[in-house]
């Protein structure tokens, strides 16, 4: 079997759990959809989840920044703090770690799309980047090819 055509069924059956288990608890389902486009985004294996981890948290840490300003200095238009800290999210990425751009915007939108909800963001982000890791580890698993005996 081909590594999409495996790829295919391992995501389907995993967003298929993933939707009803948030569901039942109460979770951010489409923040772990972000998160696993993160995953494969950033190329997948241990470098896709570092690089979606630490991108995708790092634009939540941005979102609670911004919102944190915007009430404690309520003078000053929240448009400053979206400006600034939308360069700041570009910039870092001189820093490997949080170097995928895209991560960090996904993190910063799945954050405000949440409501400001932190927490559920970020916990949403982790479990699809897991489920990416762990749908991709599968999928590799079922398109090797076998051994004749």
């Keep these: 079997m081909g590594y999409l055509l495996a790829v ?3 995501v389907s059956l995993l967003a298929g759990a993933w939707v009803y288990l948030s569901g ?3 979770m951010i389902g489409f ?4 998160g696993w486009a993160s995953y494969f985004a950033a190329g997948g294996g241990g470098k896709g989840v570092k690089s979606a981890f630490c991108s995708n948290l790092s634009g939540v840490f941005w979102g609670v920044a911004t919102v944190f300003l915007c009430g404690i200095l309520p003078g000053v238009p929240g448009l400053v703090f979206t400006v600034l800290f939308a360069a700041i ?3 870092q990425a001189r820093f490997s770690f949080v170097g995928f751009i895209p991560g960090t915007f ?11 909800d932190w927490k559920g963001t970020a916990v949403g982000l982790a479990c699809g980047i897991a489920l990416g890791w762990l749908s991709d580890m599968l999928a590799k698993k079922m398109s090797e090819k076998k051994e004749e005996k």
């Design 31 to 34: 923040a772990g959809f972000l």
């Design 8 to 10: 295919g069924i391992t």
């Design 24 to 26: 039942v608890a109460g």
């Design 106 to 116: 996904i993190g910063n939108a799945a954050f405000y799309a949440s409501g400001n």
């Design 89 to 91: 999210m570009c910039w």
